[in-house]
């Protein structure tokens, strides 16, 4: 199969690949430049696992071809910590027990991430539909949701006090 | 206390939540090859060819195995016929179909390809004739005479046959003003981890040495049971488990493709890394919960229970998995309920039919134990004119009783469940809660009222080790290993797996409370069988119960070892010294004395020549606990209530939850916060189980809910906000008094949740008995009234 040629940012450092049209970028990611903490839990787009942020949104990676990710600027779960720092979200959930097995939560915080850029005064209501395509078996997503509110109050005291 | 009862944030963490905690799937060797399946089409056929021409010439794939080669080259797969009363022929497996294929997805043979994307490839390449045969999918079908006959070896499609009786059956019967008969099912559904099966098998020809990493809940098991199928010795087998994306029982699968990838392994000498697909786990991984349920309670017209009878089948699928007795007997002696039965007879069957095979699934079949006598206890209220609730008051096993053995075998522990009922139904409102029922009717809108409680066992006296023996009693055992080094940091090693329940940092918080260190001095490892002692694994709620008491007594040897090398290096005997945990105190005639931990480890380490003569040099201990010989069935038992509140749309058929209420006891609470996440996940589990999960299957035995398009497990839309009240009682025979509750929470909601809309629409005329209750079968049932109505 015939291969071409990419370029794409992921978290601040560029890249030059070579792959098949075929690839699937979660798999561009993970096997080809060794970003494992994006998560693969179904082929069908529904769980949520592989969830990343391209040109600001999140998208699921696993329904994406690594083609498409050609001059893309890429977040994954790995540059959501600045310089050793957990995130306000990543702290959020660590203070709220929003994890368990963990397996979702790259994807959960990422979303969560894109909810609260979008929303900074999510109600309960928002943020549970915010979430509705991250699936997680091992919570029932309440200490999730208190996660993501407490995360809006710790961002929102951060702008007000920039 | 420090640490015991604090919801200390959990060391697994920060790992997780930058994505650096290493899963099965972030695993690569060098020279690493890829495992694909080549997977039945059918449900029922029998295998005329399997032509690997055209496969073994694509320079992609480096190896096929077919079932005629591993069935020459393995041992068939075990199934566990311990707690089984009857002795009976099992189904024969080996890791790949030989001669006929009895479940859609059933391996027939596995390729070994240079990468991933060549291995989805070439897969189509292996050519299988088949010859369909005729399908059953109805247990009840399977039963019939002149059905076609699974397996040859077998009489029938009947498994396995067990039978439980316990204290007078034919008095209770004997004795009641009337019998209610009533018939349940709960519908085939799954766990579905987020994170799927995945094996990397990596063999040694000269030194005979197989290395396994798997996302598996019982390595030294895994191990035990691959050494037996292969045949390798099983001192040369090292099973590591990653963090486990979520196990919930499913994950304690001896799976065939575990032995069919280590085979390629073993045949290539080149590691093979297996991940499983969502559609092929949908399949044909375990499948769980189908039971039917066939009831006769024995009552008196004041309300007492005396007794009861039930006759209960699994539907087994293809082939016994070797953990299908376990949910078989949780589903039938669970009827007995928290209640004071004089008599209870079960008698259970698993029945062979083309479907996937029925495994383990957090609860272990109790959530129809719960469902079937809680339902019951509902049906005698209304047909006494009684509250339930009064009925439950009337029949539930009393504080002043414990600890009691009920009439089938059960040794309640400890406990208040009569004040857990109080406590559920004050924190409802319920007295209003049935106001505002009859209110609510009076406009057309029907909101109903279900309650569950039960006792749950934390810790299984079952499945402990990997060859059972038939009909031999057992005890669950834990065994562990403690180190402090010279720097004083501690190690906790258990062989055990860490599958997200915080077992890194309630085990910290127990080692830690004990030797009165700081958290951050001790790390927990778990997973590898090279550096763990024996244990059963992460399953069957034991951990709080089983291996943090054996954690806790080998701190306390620990503490003991410093404090008399402290002792001696004082001068002083042991029984004058204090340890505080950064010392050991003497106060001695001439004024206090101390030595520092430091001083103490740096001395066994490396000054041994002032240790006393006969003491171990170094700062290690075991922790070893074994459960009391008691019970035949549980270790430790929490307990819990489950109310819901729910109001039926009758147009759309949907359920909202107005309320749900958990009351629970599991012993000494370590950590809180875990417990509760605990709680609420796994009620979350059972309220897509009850409502929106769901594997059908079609006459030919084809799945049509084959990946999460139509396999429904709830978002955080379909999950309410769940209220946690706690009362603690210490298990009295356990050291810390933890009761085990990994799985407890799993059994109540199904119950609660039919309870709740027969409460809110049996009035109308119909009679909620099955599960799922999803829209569409709820209109069905309303539909039928308005038929005959």
Redesign the interface.
């Known amino acids: 199969m015939m291969k071409r040629t990419i370029r794409l940012t992921v978290n601040g450092k560029q890249y030059v690949e070579e792959v ?1 049209p ?2 699937l970028l979660v ?1 561009l990611l ?2 080809r430049l060794g ?10 787009t ?2 949520g ?1 592989c969830t990343i942020l391209m040109n600001g949104n999140a998208i699921k990676s696993c329904t994406i071809l690594a083609l498409r990710a050609d001059g893309a600027n890429i977040t ?3 540059g ?2 600045a310089e050793g720092k ?1 995130h306000p979200v ?1 702290e959020a ?3 709220e ?1 929003a ?8 994807g959960m ?1 990422i979303s969560a991430i894109q909810l609260l850029k979008r929303n900074p005064n999510p109600t ?1 209501d928002d ?3 915010g ?15 208190k996660a993501v509110l407490s995360a809006a109050k710790k961002l929102n005291k951060r702008t007000k006090s920039d | 206390m420090r640490y015991i009862g604090k919801s200390i944030k959990r060391k697994e963490d920060p790992a997780f939540l930058t994505g650096n905690a290493t899963y099965i799937n972030d695993i690569s060797l060098p020279g690493m090859l890829y495992a694909g399946f080549v997977r039945s089409p059918y449900a029922h056929a029998r295998i005329i060819k399997v032509n690997t021409e055209q496969a073994e010439a694509d320079s992609r794939i480096v190896a096929i195995i077919t079932g005629e080669e591993a069935a020459s080259k393995t041992q068939p797969m075990p199934v566990y016929t311990y707690m089984v009363a009857k002795s009976v022929e099992k189904p024969i497996r080996h890791c790949l179909a030989t001669d006929r294929v009895r479940y859609v997805g059933e391996a027939v043979a596995v390729i070994a390809a240079t990468d991933m994307y060549s291995a989805a490839d070439v897969i189509d390449s292996v050519k299988v004739e088949y010859e369909p045969l005729e399908v059953l999918i109805d247990p009840e079908k399977a039963l019939e005479p002149g059905a076609i006959k699974l397996h040859d070896n077998l009489d029938s499609n009947v498994g396995m046959v067990i039978t439980r009786e316990g204290g007078d059956v034919v008095g209770a019967f004997k004795e009641a003003d009337f019998v209610l008969k009533k018939r349940f099912s709960i519908h085939r559904h799954m766990g579905s981890p987020i994170e799927t099966r995945g094996i990397i098998a990596d063999y040694n020809k000269w030194s005979q040495e197989l290395t396994v990493w798997c996302s598996t809940q019982i390595p030294h098991i895994l191990g035990a049971h691959l050494a037996d199928t292969l045949q390798i010795p099983q001192q040369n087998i090292h099973v590591i488990a990653p963090f486990v994306g979520g196990g919930f029982g499913h994950k304690l699968q001896f799976a065939p493709e575990y032995v069919a990838v280590c085979l390629l392994a073993m045949k290539i000498g080149r590691p093979v890394k297996w991940i499983e697909d969502r559609s092929e786990s949908l399949k044909a991984w375990v499948h769980a919960r189908e039971q039917i349920s066939e009831i006769e309670v024995a009552v008196k017209n004041d309300g007492t229970l005396l007794g009861a009878k039930v006759k209960l089948i699994t539907n087994g699928g293809g082939y016994l998995d070797d953990r299908v007795s376990g949910p078989t007997i949780g589903a039938a002696i669970w009827a007995v309920g928290p209640y004071k039965m004089k008599g209870f007879r079960a008698d259970m069957k698993v029945v062979l039919t083309n479907k996937c095979p029925y495994g383990a699934y957090r609860g272990f079949g109790v959530q129809m134990g719960v469902l079937t006598i809680e339902r019951c206890v509902d049906l005698i209220a209304h047909r006494l004119g009684m509250d339930p609730m009064d009925v439950r008051r009337k029949n539930l096993v009393t504080p002043d009783m414990l600890p009691h053995r009920n009439v089938i075998g059960m040794c309640f522990d400890s406990g208040n469940y009569p004040k857990a009922l109080e406590m559920a139904l004050e924190k409802a409102g319920y007295q209003q809660l049935r106001e505002e029922q009859r209110r609510l009717r009076k406009q057309g809108r029907y909101i109903g009222i279900g309650l569950t409680i039960a006792v749950e066992a934390g810790g299984w006296n079952t499945y402990t080790a990997p060859m059972a023996v038939p009909f031999v009693r057992t005890l669950d055992f834990a065994n562990l290993t403690l180190k402090m080094d010279i720097s004083t940091g501690v190690i906790l090693s258990i062989g055990d797996s860490s599958v997200g329940t915080g077992h890194h940092t309630t085990a910290a918080q127990v080692i830690a409370e004990e030797l009165a260190i700081d958290i951050d001095k001790v790390k927990v490892i778990e997973g590898d069988t090279a550096i763990s002692l024996y244990d059963s694994g992460t399953r069957a709620s034991r951990f709080s119960g089983v291996v943090l008491p054996a954690a806790k007594l080998g701190a306390i040897n620990l503490k003991e070892k410093i404090k008399k090398l402290g002792a001696f290096l004082l001068g002083a005997s042991v029984e004058d010294v204090e340890y505080t945990g950064d010392k050991v105190i003497w106060m001695s005639e001439a004024g206090e004395q101390s030595i520092s931990l430091k001083d103490i480890a740096h001395a066994a380490y490396a000054e041994i020549a002032r240790l006393p003569v006969g003491m171990e040099a170094g700062l290690e201990s075991r922790g070893s606990f074994v459960a009391p010989n008691i019970d035949t069935v549980g270790v430790t038992w929490p307990y819990m209530v489950h109310l819901a509140v729910v109001e039926v749309d009758v147009d759309t058929g949907f359920i909202k939850f107005l309320r749900y209420i958990v009351v629970d006891d599991c012993g000494t609470v370590v950590n809180p916060a875990i417990v509760e996440s605990q709680i609420i996940g796994a009620t979350a589990m059972c309220i897509g189980g009850s409502i929106y999960e769901e594997l059908v299957y079609d006459e030919d035995g084809q799945l049509l809910t084959g990946s999460f398009v139509d396999y429904l497990v709830p978002t955080a839309l379909e999950i309410p906000s769940i209220e946690v009240y706690h009362m603690e009682t210490p298990a009295p025979q356990i050291p810390g008094g933890f009761k085990g509750m990994g799985e407890a929470p799993n059994v109540y909601a199904y119950g609660a949740i039919i309870n709740a809309v027969a409460d809110a629409i049996e009035h109308l005329g119909v009679e909620v008995t099955a599960m799922p209750l999803s829209p569409p079968n709820i209109l069905k049932l309303l539909r039928g009234v308005r038929k005959k109505g």
Request: proline share 2%; net charge negative.
């Open positions: 098949e075929r690839m798999h993970r096997e970003l494992k903490g994006t998560h693969i839990g179904c082929e069908d529904i769980c696992a994954t779960i790995e959501v910590a957990l990543q959930f660590w203070e027990h994890l368990e097995c963990g397996y979702c939560t790259p915080v309960e943020v549970r539909h979430l509705e395509g991250n699936l997680c078996r091992c919570t029932g997503y309440q200490n999730i949701v």
